[in-house]
């Protein structure tokens, strides 16, 4: 029986090949759309552009190298080599490289491959079929983010790789193979948890762009709401209200797990002991980084190093 999926693709195919046939005419039964349906990109360069945004399209990214803190929604995880998301419509986002990638005499390097992609790049059907059923039912999902692991992360990159080569048709029919594995895939996760999406004005975005960069310049430092308050141009009450109504958690829990994801990537590293990483991530006492940490990821900091260090060193269990 065919499925879902060589259904549509045979649809696409059989348009494809009279249009290569010189029968174009049989697409004159639409008005056909001047934009592209989709956008595919590899970049290298030394760090991600570190700007806080959202777009109204679809973005599937795939980091090949490249380490830091990836900010989407309310949600703030550290991200490395392998990282994949799909990111839902006007999702606000940002990947951020480590400090090490921004110095001067750096010859560190950040390789990504992103799809961009229209809403409406099936048109009506996407939303009115049932053969696209699933593809739209995971396209609602990435409105909270959706983060790819296991073995769909694993056959999407390849089939991302691929895309590269593509054109016209040929692509679109790739892209539909992207999402139908997504689609049908158990490995894709929310990033995001109680999520309110709303839209954020270009003023807003400016705003809490440079909120972000303070913060991310100096959250090893002591850091008052006061003082990220007056950067905005903004009373401390009236910031801690916007900053809440706008990445839904308050400002203090904003940095703290900013915190605690740069005391996670030291922690992995290996390098400081436990005592130095705290005062390092911005910690003023060690009991105040062990309390917040285990608050946080839900183990004290020398279990979470000695599980990490276990995995890396007895990657496959038999």
């Known amino acids: 029986m065919i499925s879902n999926y060589d259904y ?13 046939l010189g029968m174009a005419y049989i697409m004159h039964k639409r008005r056909i759309s001047e934009h592209k349906v989709y956008v ?23 980091v090949v190298t490249g380490e830091g803190s990836r900010f989407i929604g309310n949600n703030i995880t550290s991200f490395g080599a392998g990282d994949m998301v799909l990111i839902g419509q006007d999702l606000p986002h940002v990947w951020r490289s480590e400090t090490k990638f921004f110095e001067k005499e750096s010859q560190l390097d950040t390789h990504v491959i992103v799809i961009y992609f229209h809403a409406d790049f099936l048109g009506t059907a996407l939303g009115l079929k049932d053969e696209m059923t699933q593809i739209n039912t995971l396209l609602k999902k990435s409105e909270r983010g959706l983060e790819v692991v296991g073995e769909t992360n694993i056959i999407v990159r390849e089939l991302m790789y691929n895309l590269m080569h593509l054109e016209g048709m040929d692509g679109v029919i790739q892209l539909i193979k992207i999402l139908n594995v997504l ?29 972000y960069s303070y913060v991310m310049k100096n959250y090893h430092n002591t850091v008052s709401v006061t003082e ?21 958690k308050s400002f203090s829990d904003f940095l703290k797990e900013i915190r605690i994801e740069s ?24 009991s105040n980084f062990n309390k917040q940490f285990k608050m946080v990821t839900g183990k004290q900091p020398h279990l979470y190093r000695n599980e990490f260090l276990k995995v890396a060193t007895f990657p496959y269990q038999y």
């Open 228 to 248: 990220v308050a007056a950067l905005v141009n903004m009373t401390r009450t009236s910031f801690s209200r916007y900053f809440r109504s706008h990445v839904n």
């Open 40 to 62: 595919v990109k590899e970049i290298h360069a030394p760090h991600f552009d570190p700007t806080f945004h959202s777009h109204p399209e679809y973005q599937l990214n795939y």
């Open 8 to 20: 549509i693709v045979s649809y696409i195919k059989i348009i494809n090949s009279l249009s290569k």
């Open 263 to 286: 005391a996670c990537t030291l922690l992995k590293d290996g390098k400081m002991n436990i005592d130095q990483i705290g005062y390092e991530s911005g910690f003023q006492t060690l």
């Open 183 to 211: 689609a049908k895939s158990h490995d894709c996760t929310f990033v995001t948890h109680n999520y309110l999406n709303t839209l954020i004005a270009e003023e807003d975005t400016n705003r809490l762009n440079k909120v």
